[in-house]
Structure formats: structure tokens, C-alpha cells
């Protein structure tokens, strides 16, 4: 399928490792021009060169932290006016709300929330005046089904969605979609964080978690991040153009409701 977004811009934070990764290596593939951003020089650079390999288009990238206004700057500055936005930002590790600060929870909203917000404020205008845009969220499965551990994520990511939720009824009669995709359990560097952070002393090792968790979901195993870059390298494409508001679930049927 010809996704119809040969020549466009994208700019995808988190670009340099697992999900973003994937993503962008995809609408690469697609002919997109596609800029990475995230944190770390070495970690982004790195993954410009092998993507660039393995898509055969350049992939450029920028040191840039989307909970910092220089940073998003920077960003936009290295991908101006882009045409596809993708928000990824890693969620903070499990714990016990009891724990939690005034400023451990404003560090969860600037990096799950506000940053998103953004930069989606930052770039629509320009979208709706192009009559194109593409903007997703990566979320979690968390906002649908919550984990008392995660509660930093449960909470900054519900009020990413509340937003979305609003703004993209707004804007796809110019052909400006924004989603939010929800993944469940990946085999991916965040997913190997959080079951770390669930280790308890004399309790099961990470490798039993990790093997009991990939085999109790419905599809007996983690998703892969490519299979989640195809998802959303699709909903940025012009044949998605009457999905916009939705908070889409990719997690292998863990989801147990029937809405």
C-alpha cells in the first residue's frame, strides 16, 4: 500500500530507541524526510546513521528534551513546519504514590503531558494552514487500565488524552488528525525498566517476570516494536485521514472490555 506521504516532514521524539525508532525508521521507509529527537547525543546519533542504512534516505537528529522550551525549540528548528508529529516520552519508574512529590508529579506532567501539548500547539497552526497533519501520542494501555504502580503515568497520561480528546475534534475538517495509541506489553528497553522496578528482594527474578508477563497476555507473547511502527506509519498516512480523537489500543487483546 502506497501510504501517500512521500516528501512530507515528520519529527519524532523519542526517535533514537524502541518504539520511536521503529516509527521512524518506517515513515522512512515511506520517503519521508524524518528528523529524530530525544536526550542523549551519542544514543541519537547512532541511531541516524543505522537508520539512514537500513531506510536508504537520510534521517537527521536533534538533541532535544520536549520538557524544556530550548529543547523543543531546537527541535523545530532542526524540522520546521513539520507534517507529522510523534510524541514519546518514557514513563517514570513504578513505585508507591505515598513516595511521590509535588515535584516528582510536576516531572511526570512536563514529560507526558505539557511537552506534548506543546508541540502540538507549537506545530497544528501550521498543519491546518498545509490542510495535512498528522500528530500521535504514544500513551499506554495504562489510561484504560490503570496500575497502582504507575501511577504518575496513570495520571499525566489520562490528562494527554482529556486534551486530545478536545483539540482533535477541532481540527480534522482541515485534515488534521491526532490520536493516541496505547501500547501494552513490548518487548522494548521501557518495559524492561518497569518490571526492574518491580523486583522485590527474595522475590521472582526478572527473567520469570518477563517470561510469566509475555506469556500471560492472549497473544502468549510481547509485541514487537515494528508491528507498532507499521500501526502508526499507517495513521499518518492519507488513508487515515477520518480517524482522529481516538485512544487506540495495540497490546494483543489484554484489554479485557468489550468497549
Not at 16 to 40: D, K, N, P, Q
Not at 115 to 144: E, H
Amino acid at each position: 500500500m502506497d501510504l501517500g506521504i512521500q516528501g512530507r516532514k515528520a519529527l519524532v521524539y523519542g526517535g533514537s530507541r524502541g518504539m520511536g525508532r521503529a516509527i521512524a525508521l518506517r515513515l522512512a521507509r515511506e520517503r519521508v524526510a524524518v528528523t529524530i529527537a530525544a536526550r542523549t547525543l551519542e544514543t541519537l546519533s547512532r541511531a541516524a546513521v543505522e537508520l539512514t542504512a537500513q531506510a536508504g534516505v537520510p534521517v537527521n537528529f536533534v538533541v532535544a528534551d520536549i520538557t524544556r522550551s530550548e529543547g523543543r525549540e531546537a527541535a523545530l528548528r532542526a524540522c520546521p513546519a513539520p507534517d507529522i508529529l510523534i510524541n514519546i516520552a518514557d514513563g517514570p519508574a513504578p513505585g508507591d504514590f505515598r513516595d511521590w512529590s509535588r515535584e516528582d508529579w510536576i516531572k511526570a506532567f512536563d514529560a507526558m503531558m505539557l511537552g506534548p501539548i506543546l508541540m502540538m500547539q507549537a506545530v497544528v497552526d501550521g498543519m491546518l494552514a498545509r490542510d495535512f497533519g498528522r500528530i500521535i501520542n504514544i500513551s499506554s494501555r495504562s489510561v484504560k487500565t490503570p496500575q497502582s504502580e504507575l501511577g504518575l503515568s496513570n495520571g499525566a497520561r489520562s490528562g494527554l488524552v482529556g486534551f486530545v480528546a478536545g483539540l482533535a475534534r477541532q481540527t480534522v475538517r482541515h485534515n488534521v488528525t491526532i490520536n493516541n495509541v496505547l501500547p501494552g506489553v513490548f518487548d522494548s528497553d521501557a518495559q524492561k525498566t518497569h518490571i526492574r522496578g518491580m523486583l522485590e528482594p527474595g522475590g521472582k527474578s526478572f527473567e520469570q517476570l518477563w517470561e510469566e508477563r509475555g506469556r500471560s497476555n492472549p497473544a502468549g507473547r510481547f509485541g514487537q516494536v515494528d508491528e507498532l511502527g507499521a500501526y502508526c506509519a499507517f495513521l499518518c498516512s492519507i488513508h487515515a485521514g477520518y480517524i482522529t480523537g481516538q485512544n487506540l489500543l495495540i497490546d494483543g487483546g489484554a484489554y479485557p472490555g468489550t468497549f
